[in-house]
C-alpha cells in the first residue's frame, strides 16, 4: 500500500466536549515518515498542525507558525495528540498541541492560526541563489529516491525530492559549503501547505558538506506558512549562520513554482558527534 504525505492527517478523535475543553486525537505514524529509527521533526509538526486546524474547526485558517520543542523522539507507531485552544479570535486563533507516546510527551507545541497571506508581496528578498534555481529539477539533479540516504532518509517514499548537484559535494565524497538547495514535492498528491511545513525540514543535515555524520537531533524548531503553493514543485535553500562545537542552527526558505515565497523554518540542533573523511 502507498503511504501518501497526506496520511499525516489521518487522526482519529477520541474525546472533545465543549469548546474550551482540550480535544484529544490518535493515530499512526507510519515508518516511512522516519529519520533513521526515529519519527521525523517536520512530519510531528504536520501531525500538530491538522490537530490544531481540527480543534479550532475554521476552514479559512492555516498554521501559519508552528514553535516545536522536541522533548524525546517518539517510534513509528501509535501517537496520541492533544489539543487545547487558549485563543479563539475573530483573525487568529492560538493552539497547544501535544504529541504523546506511552503516556510520555515526546512534542509540545503552539500552534498559531491565521489566514494565509496572498497577492503581490510588498517587499521580497528571495536570495539569487534560490531564484535562480529552475521551477523543476535541473537534468543533473541527485534523486534522494535511491541514493546513499535513501537508507536513512525513509521520507523518499512518499517524497519526490531532487538536490541541486552543486550543493552536495558530500554525496560525491567531498566537502563543500554548509549549503544544500533541493526541489520537493508529494510523490501521490498534490502540494498544499501541510507539504510545505514537512518541506521545511526535508534536508539532510548541512553540517554533512564539513564532513561531519551523524544524529543531528532537533532541540526547537518554528516554521512559517506564509501562502498556500501553486501546483507543482517547492525549491528550497538551506543555510546556517554558525555551526559551533555543541549546536548549530538551520533555516529554509522554500518558493513554490511562481517564485513566491511559502514557507520558512528555523531549527536549533544538536552537532554530531561522528566526523567522518571525505
Known amino acids: 500500500m502507498t503511504v501518501s504525505v497526506a496520511d499525516l492527517g489521518a487522526l482519529t478523535r477520541?474525546?472533545?466536549?465543549?469548546?474550551?475543553?482540550p480535544v484529544c486525537f490518535t493515530t499512526?505514524?507510519?515508518?516511512?515518515f522516519t529519520i533513521g529509527p526515529k519519527v521525523h521533526g517536520g512530519a510531528l509538526q504536520v501531525v500538530s498542525a491538522h490537530a490544531a486546524v481540527d480543534a479550532v474547526g475554521r476552514s479559512e485558517m492555516v498554521p501559519v507558525a508552528i514553535s516545536s520543542d522536541y522533548l524525546r523522539a517518539p517510534e513509528p507507531r501509535d501517537v496520541d495528540v492533544v489539543a487545547t485552544v487558549v485563543k479563539r479570535g475573530r483573525r487568529v486563533c492560538v493552539v497547544d498541541v501535544v504529541v504523546a507516546q506511552d503516556g510520555?510527551?515526546?512534542?509540545?507545541?503552539?500552534v498559531t492560526l491565521a489566514a494565509p497571506d496572498h497577492g503581490t508581496p510588498r517587499h521580497s528578498g528571495v536570495p539569487d541563489e534560490l531564484a535562480a534555481m529552475p521551477t523543476e529539477?535541473?537534468?543533473?539533479?541527485?534523486?534522494?529516491?535511491?541514493?546513499?540516504v535513501a537508507d536513512i532518509v525513509h521520507l523518499a517514499a512518499a517524497v519526490d525530492?531532487?538536490?541541486?548537484?552543486?550543493s552536495v559535494p558530500v554525496m560525491a565524497g567531498e566537502r563543500g559549503a554548509p549549503e544544500t538547495r533541493f526541489w520537493a514535492r508529494p510523490a501521490d498528491g498534490e502540494t498544499d501547505g501541510f507539504f510545505a511545513i514537512l518541506a521545511g525540514d526535508l534536508s539532510m543535515p548541512v553540517v554533512m558538506n564539513l564532513g561531519v555524520f551523524g544524529w543531528a537531533p532537533t532541540l526547537q524548531m518554528t516554521t512559517y506558512l506564509r501562502r498556500r503553493p501553486a501546483p507543482g514543485w517547492l525549491r528550497a535553500r538551506v543555510t546556517t549562520t554558525e555551526i559551533g562545537q555543541g549546536w548549530f542552527e538551520e533555516d529554509h526558505?522554500?518558493?513554490?513554482?511562481?517564485g513566491a515565497v511559502v514557507a520558512q523554518s528555523r531549527q536549533l540542533a544538536l552537532v554530531p558527534s561522528q566526523e567522518g573523511q571525505a
Open 14 to 21: 477520541i474525546d472533545g466536549g465543549g469548546p474550551a475543553d
Open 28 to 32: 499512526v505514524v507510519d515508518p516511512v
Open 104 to 110: 510520555r510527551d515526546a512534542v509540545r507545541s503552539v
Open 137 to 148: 529539477p535541473a537534468a543533473d539533479a541527485v534523486p534522494v529516491r535511491g541514493s546513499i
Open 161 to 166: 525530492m531532487h538536490y541541486d548537484r552543486s
Open 253 to 258: 526558505l522554500l518558493v513554490d513554482a511562481t
